[in-house]
């Protein structure tokens, strides 16, 4: 079998992404953002208010990889186990016996994350981190590939319990979806006056072909001068007087990681200065934790990386 290059990630970009526009309408950038993540085996963050898709983005994506889904819906009363299974005695086997959680599918979907407990939330960084599951001191290992997509609402925050910064570090991208322009919506109203077309869906690959892929990702050529350019960006981000805690060195890795990604999509096997300056919003907004007067002031994660892609020059001539 001939050996995968980028532009075998290419087409499996714009198969998937297509496959999904039958679905989710007007939301391909949204989709190959997705795609940047599973390909860096990340886990994705998506903040909107209800009812733009989010579910049915994770489900459509699930549908195309041909990987197993699950959906895990976060309430207050919500317990680890009920997230990463646990050992129930059978009396016949005189035995414990592992019954898996939700967390063991490829795609999983955690509506609403912020209104678990912090005690059910930091049961998925395991996950998240390392792949696996530790239920009474078994470590159980998880399927490849693997991702989170986890929901939350923005606007409201009755009954809620914000993530911590050590969880919104093992996020690779936070993402939002948007309303959809007009046109967009009566698309949506046609299609769905029948059938869902979730249902006619078809499956464009195989799990295991995304594990190659992901091989090829990683193997996308980042000069040096491109390196630098992003160590100086995460950096600067510590440095600013708004912000009380920086990108750390994970957001240094998932931002090469992403750009690496970026370029596979676009049929390149090397890695621009742009694609960096593409990635960088969704991948270290997040990271940042503001100081309170600047959140106060309505400064916020995106607006602080925006501006220090715009004082941090790129510093290298054209690859």
């Known amino acids: 079998m001939a050996e995968l290059t980028v532009y075998d990630v290419?087409?499996?970009?714009?198969?998937?992404?297509?496959?999904?526009?039958?679905?989710?309408?007007?939301?391909?950038?949204?989709?190959?953002?997705?795609?940047?993540?599973?390909?860096?085996?990340?886990?994705?963050?998506?903040?909107d208010v209800p009812g733009v898709g989010k579910t049915m983005l994770a489900r459509s994506l699930a549908v195309s990889l041909g990987g197993s889904f699950s959906r895990i819906q976060c309430t207050p009363d919500l317990l680890p186990t009920d997230i990463t299974g646990l050992s129930i005695f059978n009396q016949k086997k005189e035995d414990f016996v592992f019954r898996p959680g939700p967390i063991m599918a490829q795609i999983v979907l955690v509506d609403e994350i912020n209104r678990a407990t912090p005690r059910t939330q930091s049961s998925l960084l395991e996950a998240m981190g390392e792949g696996q599951v530790t239920v009474d001191g078994v470590t159980h290992a998880l399927g490849k590939p693997f991702m989170v997509l986890a929901t939350q609402n923005p606007v409201e925050f009755d009954g809620t319990f914000p993530l911590p910064e050590a969880q919104l570090d093992r996020f690779f991208l936070q993402l939002q979806l948007g309303y959809p322009t007009l046109e967009e919506e009566k698309q949506i109203l046609s299609r769905l006056q029948g059938e869902h077309p979730i249902t006619s869906l078809e499956q464009w690959t195989e799990p295991h072909e995304v594990v190659k892929l992901q091989?090829?990702?990683?193997?996308?050529?980042?000069?040096?001068?491109?390196?630098?350019?992003?160590?100086?960006?995460?950096?600067?981000?510590?440095?600013?007087?708004?912000?009380?805690?920086?990108?750390?060195?994970?957001?240094?890795?998932?931002?090469?990681?992403?750009?690496?990604?970026?370029?596979?999509?676009?049929?390149?096997?090397?890695?621009?200065?742009?694609?960096?300056?593409?990635m960088a919003v969704a991948v270290l907004a997040h990271r940042l934790t503001l100081k309170t007067d600047s959140a106060l002031r309505g400064v916020t994660g995106r607006s602080i990386v925006e501006d220090v892609l715009r004082q941090v020059a790129v510093g290298v001539e054209e690859i």
Do not use: C, W
């Open 10 to 47: 290419a087409q499996f970009g714009q198969r998937i992404t297509t496959n999904v526009a039958k679905v989710m309408v007007g939301k391909e950038a949204t989709t190959k953002l997705l795609l940047v993540a599973l390909l860096s085996d990340g886990h994705v963050l998506l903040e």
């Open 215 to 278: 091989q090829v990702v990683r193997d996308v050529f980042v000069e040096d001068s491109v390196r630098d350019y992003i160590v100086r960006l995460v950096q600067t981000t510590r440095q600013l007087p708004q912000v009380h805690l920086g990108v750390s060195p994970r957001g240094s890795l998932a931002l090469i990681r992403a750009a690496q990604a970026l370029a596979a999509l676009e049929n390149r096997n090397f890695v621009t200065p742009d694609d960096v300056k593409s």
